[in-house]
């Protein structure tokens, strides 16, 4: 059975605080990618890697960075958290020619006041 | 730049069929999507279209494709209390991106 998992389904920080949303795959596929999901908007892609210490820009990626130091994993990271970043936070990955195969993670609900 | 647009809401009556449109703009699209989403969950790839069909049945899902004018369908025939989430439409924008409609909310009464 196909997994992706994100570290925590719930997550509240302050302001100015610097978040680490962890994605993790068991599928040992090339793609991973990071969206956001807003109502009404559908899910921004923020940024995607096909490949260890690759990665690219998607269609919003100021106030975002991201890493990918092992093929399993792929990080989101927040440098200075702003409250127009509380969102839920999708994580997804696929091999890298099966985009009818995008498998997704349950999502992380963040918070920031 | 590409765009997905969809209805935001669609209310129906238990065992009617469900309609959910979506138009695209992107003439380039391989694939056609619909993503299933639940309450409190991720995403699930409920079904797929090829871009030289018109049409692909699974089941209850019927997915029907006019690529002239770059609109795509997803009907769910006999819906039931289950079949309550958002439904998203996506394109296939590129090799490595997806393009995700803003997701039609589907709400099943009795």
């Known amino acids: 059975d196909v997994k992706v998992t994100q570290s925590s389904r719930y997550l509240v920080k302050r302001t100015g605080e610097k978040v680490f949303l962890e994605c993790v795959q068991d599928?040992?596929?090339?793609?991973m990618f990071w969206y956001r999901q807003d109502p009404g908007l559908g899910l921004r892609l923020i940024y995607f890697?096909?490949?260890?210490?690759?990665?690219e820009k998607g269609d919003i990626p100021e106030g975002y960075s991201v890493s990918r130091e092992k093929k399993e994993r792929f990080s989101l990271i927040l440098e200075s958290a702003s409250t127009n970043q509380t969102s839920m936070y999708l994580c997804?990955?696929?091999?890298?020619?099966?985009?009818?195969?995008?498998?997704f993670g349950p999502g992380t609900r963040l918070t920031v006041t | 730049g590409e765009d997905v647009e969809q209805s935001l809401f669609l209310s129906v009556r238990e065992g009617d069929s469900s309609v959910i449109n979506c138009t695209y703009t992107?003439?380039?699209?391989?694939?056609l999507y619909w993503y299933k989403q639940e309450p409190g969950a991720g995403l699930q790839l409920l079904t797929y279209?090829?871009?030289?069909?018109d049409m692909k049945q699974d089941q209850r899902l019927t997915v029907l494709l006019n690529k002239k004018d770059k609109h795509l369908s997803l009907r769910i025939a006999d819906t039931q209390t289950g079949d309550s989430a958002i439904y998203f439409c996506?394109?296939?924008?590129?090799?490595?991106?997806?393009?995700f409609g803003a997701g039609t909310r589907l709400a099943v009464h009795p």
């Open positions: 997804a990955s696929r091999l890298l020619d099966r985009a009818d195969e995008q498998y």
């Open positions: 996506a394109d296939s924008g590129g090799y490595n991106k997806l393009i």
């Open positions: 279209i090829f871009s030289n069909m």
């Open positions: 599928m040992d596929h090339e793609n």
């Open positions: 992107d003439s380039s699209s391989t694939y």
């Open positions: 890697s096909y490949d260890v210490k690759m990665k």
